[in-house]
């Protein structure tokens, strides 16, 4: 059994706090701003035993070092990159790895493609995948390639749909924008967006989505799907062969036209 809550920081990212239920020790991860991490614990009366980094982004690290001064013992896990600051355990595909206060373990996934050493955890049926797969769309390409996000993905579409996805931003409104360009049609999308919109006139994050809805309303991971590719090659101007071909021109055409 796994507790998840969301903490918001910035304009749009979640800091996700983990703990099991009851329990006086938590998680947290992606920390980019420390205040309102130590605000939580506080409130909380919660003892901070674990950081888990998914890369190396300012607004995903930014709060490590000021977390660790205020809780020195708590361990610090992410993947080897001398670009993140205060690792105590650097961690690797397959990795399993236990939690200091969390009785739930997780696996380590190598997603490269947003950054060159991003990585995802997963554990109780929860995927904590940073800004690799994003409710209705996918982080953009900064130093990996699109070649290693299309493939990351990949891996992503094929655990179990009932899979939660726990992403670091709130894009999804924005996303299903671009999902509806791709496939007008859609009903599953136009249903999502509805539902999306319902929650944020609430003030409810629209994260975690499950897996098996992603499956069905985000364009980058319905690249097989011969609309979706049809899509894509009006968009580029050419015919795509491969799915990674089929993603990449998804990837620019957001990238260039919509946002
Ligand atoms: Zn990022």
Same mark, same amino acid.
């Given at each position: 059994?796994?507790?998840?809550?969301?903490?918001?920081?910035f304009d749009d990212n979640y800091i996700w706090l983990l703990r099991d239920p009851g329990g006086s020790r938590a998680a947290v991860v992606d920390p980019?701003?420390?205040?309102?991490?130590?605000?939580?614990?506080?409130?909380?009366?919660?003892? @901070?035993?674990?950081?888990?980094?998914t890369h190396h982004h300012y607004d995903h690290v930014g709060g490590v070092e000021a977390l660790r001064a205020a809780y020195p013992t708590a361990r610090?896990?992410?993947?080897?990159?001398?670009?993140?600051?205060?690792?105590?355990?650097?961690? %690797?595909?397959?990795?399993?790895?236990?939690?200091? #206060?969390?009785?739930?373990?997780?696996?380590?996934?190598?997603?490269?493609?947003?950054?060159?050493?991003?990585?995802?955890?997963? #554990?109780?049926?929860?995927?904590?995948?940073?800004?690799?797969?994003?409710? =209705? #769309? &996918?982080?953009?390409?900064?130093?990996?390639?699109?070649?290693?996000?299309?493939?990351?993905?990949?891996?992503?579409? =094929?655990?179990? +749909?009932?899979? @939660? &996805?726990? &992403?670091?931003?709130?894009?999804?409104?924005?996303?299903?924008?671009?999902? /509806?360009?791709?496939?007008?049609?859609?009903?599953?999308? =136009?249903?999502? =967006? %509805?539902?999306? @919109?319902?929650?944020?006139?609430?003030?409810?994050?629209?994260? +975690?989505?499950?897996l098996g809805e992603e499956l069905a309303t985000n364009p980058f991971l319905r690249t097989a799907v011969p609309g979706v590719k049809a899509a894509a090659?009006?968009?580029?101007?050419?015919?795509?062969?491969?799915?990674?071909?089929?993603?990449?021109? @998804?990837?620019?055409? /957001?990238?260039? /036209?919509?946002?």
């Amino acid at each position: 059994m796994l507790d998840v809550s969301p903490i918001p920081a910035f304009d749009d990212n979640y800091i996700w706090l983990l703990r099991d239920p009851g329990g006086s020790r938590a998680a947290v991860v992606d920390p980019g701003d420390e205040e309102p991490v130590l605000a939580v614990l506080e409130a909380e009366e919660l003892e @901070l035993g674990a950081v888990l980094v998914t890369h190396h982004h300012y607004d995903h690290v930014g709060g490590v070092e000021a977390l660790r001064a205020a809780y020195p013992t708590a361990r610090v896990f992410g993947p080897r990159d001398r670009r993140i600051r205060g690792l105590t355990d650097p961690v %690797h595909e397959g990795d399993e790895i236990g939690i200091p #206060g969390l009785s739930e373990r997780f696996r380590v996934l190598e997603v490269p493609g947003h950054t060159s050493t991003h990585i995802a955890y997963l #554990g109780a049926g929860a995927l904590f995948c940073g800004d690799t797969l994003f409710a =209705a #769309g &996918c982080g953009r390409v900064f130093d990996g390639t699109f070649e290693q996000l299309a493939a990351s993905l990949e891996r992503i579409a =094929a655990l179990p +749909p009932e899979t @939660l &996805c726990y &992403c670091a931003h709130e894009y999804t409104l924005a996303n299903l924008g671009f999902a /509806k360009w791709v496939e007008p049609g859609s009903s599953a999308i =136009a249903q999502r =967006a %509805h539902t999306a @919109l319902a929650l944020r006139e609430s003030g409810l994050p629209t994260v +975690p989505s499950r897996l098996g809805e992603e499956l069905a309303t985000n364009p980058f991971l319905r690249t097989a799907v011969p609309g979706v590719k049809a899509a894509a090659e009006a968009a580029s101007g050419r015919s795509l062969t491969s799915g990674a071909e089929v993603f990449t021109a @998804l990837r620019r055409w /957001k990238d260039e /036209k919509y946002d």
